[in-house]
């Protein structure tokens, strides 16, 4: 079974800054997909970025980038010039590819980011 | 315009009773989950339904029972409801298959609270 880890159950970081949260997965599977979805207080579950383990080149959204080491089984979320608006619940999750269509969303444990003004 | 809804948001009753969430989804998409959240934040898949097939059944008590009259809508019966059911709810879809080259997107989520 797969098993996603993110170690770092809280964090805070200033208005403004840079801050980097760390995700690792296990998986003996080649072609996956990776997920960082965040859970603001409104508790909507809102996609920030995808991955797809084929592709070497990290996802970036705007503010927001990845460093994806394969190898490593390691997807950590890049928040750029951090804003007030980033304050929330993120989850780093995992899929393996398959054309069955019975392959499940494994998520993290979370990390509850805090952006203080 | 919402793509991904859930009713009711919130729903307070108490232990024995049955109740229903239901989820529509405007997106045309295929697929549709329900996840439940633990109040320790955990995440874990419940259902999902391809064009109302079955295809995910994970170890969810019998008296969880999901039903889709059409690949637009996935609603989830709860009998005989018990304290641990207190959970949020979610609701997701998707175009294609789970583990096809799809991304779920999620429902506002269903706060249920069993007293």
């Known amino acids: 079974a797969q098993t996603v880890t993110q170690s770092q159950p809280e964090m805070s970081v200033q208005e403004a800054e840079t801050v980097t949260l760390s995700c690792t997965y296990d998986t003996s599977e080649n072609n996956y997909y990776l997920f960082w979805y965040k859970q603001p207080p409104s508790r909507q579950m809102i996609l920030v970025i995808r991955q797809e383990a084929y592709k070497q080149q990290n996802a970036t959204e705007n503010r927001f980038s990845v460093n994806f080491q394969k190898a490593a089984k390691s997807f950590s979320l890049k928040i750029s010039d951090s804003q007030l608006g980033d304050t929330a619940m993120y989850f780093c999750a995992f899929i393996l590819t398959s054309a069955f269509g019975n392959e499940k969303l494994t998520f993290g444990t979370g990390t509850r980011l805090t952006i203080i003004p | 315009d919402t793509a991904v809804s859930q009713t009711p948001k919130y729903l307070v009753t108490q232990m024995g009773n049955d109740k229903s969430i239901k989820c529509e989804q405007n997106l045309g998409h295929d697929t549709m989950y329900w996840y439940k959240q633990d109040s320790k934040k955990f995440l874990k898949i419940m259902f999902s339904y391809n064009n109302k097939e079955l295809i995910i059944n994970e170890t969810v008590p019998n008296r969880f029972s999901p039903k889709s009259p059409d690949k637009a809508h996935l609603n989830l019966h709860i009998n005989s409801l018990e304290l641990g059911d207190s959970a949020v709810y979610f609701c997701?879809?998707?175009?294609?298959?789970?583990?096809?080259?799809?991304?779920?997107?999620f429902g506002p989520g269903t706060r249920l609270l069993v007293l």
């Open positions: 997701a879809s998707s175009l294609g298959l789970a583990g096809a080259e799809e991304t779920q997107y």
